[in-house]
């Protein structure tokens, strides 16, 4: 299994510009989730979905949109990008239930200049 | 609210001492507990997790964890630090109901630095 991937790794975008970051996963997990990683704030949690068809906001979502039309794709948007937007991107997935631990992708470095 | 707090923003050990990274957290019913290990420029991997049972839990890499639930803890340690240990560790919580996914909460991370 190749697990949870992003693309792309790396990202730079003029303010305003938009783009999709891409995220997938083979283990048939049901849910999947956004995070930002910023220095010094730990994760904190973007959008998330619990299936093909649902999404719901998490902590800081605006600015971004995602949708989930099939069980593997979680693609991330920005709709005008930002320099608060400047982070580092994380994709997770977890099996349905609260005792599951979430599997990550390696990342998103995007700069907004 | 439901928080995490790692009270440390960085912990230095000599390599084959034992080391402790704290987690505190506070949520209004039973929680499941998480410690994740990041490697520079890459994601987040999961060590272990605390859902119910022994206190102690067992996870990748000779780490273990000890849930106190008086003290409201979920300590990260290791008998014999090594220096390939040096990363950013994070504590996440979730509780164990609700009808949604029960999103995890991260506390803010620490960074562990073993030296030779």
């Known amino acids: 299994n190749a697990g949870v991937t992003q693309t792309p790794k790396f990202q730079v975008l003029k303010t305003g510009q938009s783009m999709t970051l891409q995220c997938a996963q083979d283990?048939?997990?049901?849910?999947m989730s956004w995070y930002r990683q910023d220095p010094g704030m730990g994760l904190r949690l973007i959008h998330y979905?619990?299936?093909?068809?649902?999404?719901d906001q998490g902590e800081v979502p605006n600015g971004y949109n995602v949708s989930r039309s099939t069980t593997e794709d979680f693609p991330l948007r920005l709709l005008s990008a930002a320099p608060s937007q400047t982070s580092v991107y994380f994709c997770?997935?977890?099996?349905?239930?609260?005792?599951?631990?979430?599997?990550f992708g390696p990342g998103t470095r995007l700069t907004v200049t | 609210a439901q928080s995490v707090a790692q009270p440390e923003d960085q912990v230095n050990v000599a390599e084959g001492n034992p080391l402790t990274v704290k987690c505190t957290y506070s949520?209004?019913?039973?929680?499941?507990l998480f410690w994740y290990v990041q490697y520079p420029n890459r994601g987040l991997q999961f060590l272990l997790k605390?859902?119910?049972?022994?206190?102690l839990v067992k996870g990748s890499y000779g780490f273990e964890a000890e849930f106190n639930k008086s003290q409201t803890s979920f300590h990260l340690k290791k008998p014999s630090a090594l220096v390939s240990d040096s990363a950013l560790y994070f504590c996440?919580?979730?509780?164990?109901?609700?009808?949604?996914?029960?999103?995890?909460?991260f506390g803010k991370g620490t960074k562990l630095s073993v030296k030779p």
């Open positions: 997770a997935s977890n099996l349905a239930g609260h005792s599951y631990e979430q599997y």
């Open positions: 283990m048939n997990h049901e849910y």
């Open positions: 979905s619990v299936g093909a068809g649902i999404t």
């Open positions: 949520v209004s019913g039973n929680p499941y």
């Open positions: 605390y859902i119910t049972g022994d206190n």
């Open positions: 996440a919580v979730r509780l164990n109901y609700g009808g949604s996914q029960g999103n995890l909460i």
